[in-house]
């Protein structure tokens, strides 16, 4: 699957789960293909592909029955949340086919910290069981509390490369009112299963000392496109944990849904009011940036990644390739970074 333009074997955040009430459906592309999010009356989400495989009607279109099972609007054939057919109307009993022969096909789903996760297999592994779970935010009773989702016109490497790249932010997210003189920043880094952590510090940014003084902050991202932010701090000698999710879920080769969430504990939420002031701010300048960087990709020019500010964007490239190979080969995935130190000025 070398010209696969998308990472495989992985879980990708499709929706949020409160965005999906009983009895909802709605279709999604993700990594190119048209696919059915939806929640049965019993409360259970669930992902088919959303083409009926009697004549290619979106499923999505169709009904949430109570049996929960989806019913397709043209001829009303019936899928289970497993893709098998449970029911074809207009058979009269004696005909060679049977509904149960009959499969649409159907993703696994974990729902999970109030976010719906989708399994996208390679092809050829569809039925194989997934190779891991999706991440966990390591928030007790996570809930998101705040949320932003924008849709950027670019491939998701590019979305990627932005999120991690550090010597952007002067440049790019600088406000009369978030403006830090750019300096030396030296980081640790330390290799993760399936992608790197910059290791905890003490963040720069005043906003921080909002969370207290002894703040401190880790970065980690994992393929295909997870990145926690998990700040520790204290508020009147209470421990608090609040942690940023951001993730990239390919819609197609040229668009790229990103997604910011936050978790923090109920007792927090006055801190919201920042949240909803900066997020879709902050956000919109990442994408706004990778937009207009379509205009020189148009024509395909050779780019440069140099040291040490492109050091994580390399590592990316790396681990996505290191992942290629160990799902071509069905060989254990060996991450090839090694722990160490990265110095720039931003
Ligand atoms: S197209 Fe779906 S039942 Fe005929
Ligand atoms: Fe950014």
Redo the contacts with the bound molecule.
Sequence with gaps: MSDDPFLRDLWYMAVQGASLKRGAMRREMLLGEPVLIGRMKDGEAFALRDICPHRGVPLSAGKVMPENAVECPYHGWRFKPDGQCSLIPSLVGGEAIKAESIRVRSYPVREQDGLIWVYMAAQGREAAPPRSEPPRVPVPNARPRWSESQTFRCAIDHAVI??M?PA??PY??GRWWWRVKPRVKEKRYAPLPTGFVMTRHAPSKAAYKLLGADVSTEITFELPSIRFENITGSFLGRPIAVTGLTTCTPVDEQTTQVTQIFYWPAWLGFIKPFFWAMGPT?LG??RRMVELQREGLKFDPRLMLIQDADVPAMWYHRLKKAWAESAATGAPFANPLKETTLRWKS
Excluded: E, K, S, T
């Design positions: 932005g999120l790249d952007h932010a790019v997210h902050f300048d990442d």
